[in-house]
Nanobody
Framework: QLQLVESGGGLVQPGGSLRLSCAAPGFTLDSYMIAWFRQAPGKEREGVSCISVTRGTNYVDAVKGRFKISRGSAKNTVYLQMDSLKPEDSAVYYC???????????????????WGQGTQVTVSS
């Protein structure tokens, strides 16, 4: 069974950067649609970005131009590069995956089968 492990979270000042990793030990993610979600205290989980098996990407408006999702060359990791971070980006970030080897699209709806445990991102001075 696919397991997803997030890492890379932490405390950063406004305007700073972090790179989150979503790793799948023992698996390749080439045939999986992968998405990043985040959930801040008292708020609903929201989709941040997703990447399809053909590397098509989507972003929520709040992060467009600041975040970039990508697949690693090792094929078992997906990254979320986060630049120009703002306090409102603070949340627990989760990666999620679905087996989807044919679709060129991806979704930021939470209809994913596999989820990681989350990594905390705090943007504060």
């Amino acid at each position: 069974q696919l397991q997803l492990v997030e890492s890379g979270g932490g405390l950063v000042q406004p305007g700073g950067s972090l790179r989150l990793s979503c790793a799948a030990p023992g698996f390749t993610l080439d045939s999986y649609m992968i998405a990043w979600f985040r959930q801040a205290p008292g708020k609903e989980r929201e989709g941040v970005s997703c990447i399809s098996v053909t590397r098509g990407t989507n972003y929520v408006d709040a992060v467009k131009g600041r975040f970039k999702i990508s697949r690693g060359s090792a094929k078992n990791t997906v990254y979320l590069q986060m630049d120009s971070l703002k306090p409102e980006d603070s949340a627990v970030y989760y990666c999620a995956g679905n087996w989807n080897p044919r679709s060129p699209l991806c979704t930021m709806e939470p209809n994913y089968t596999y989820w990681g445990q989350g990594t905390q991102v705090t943007v504060s001075s």
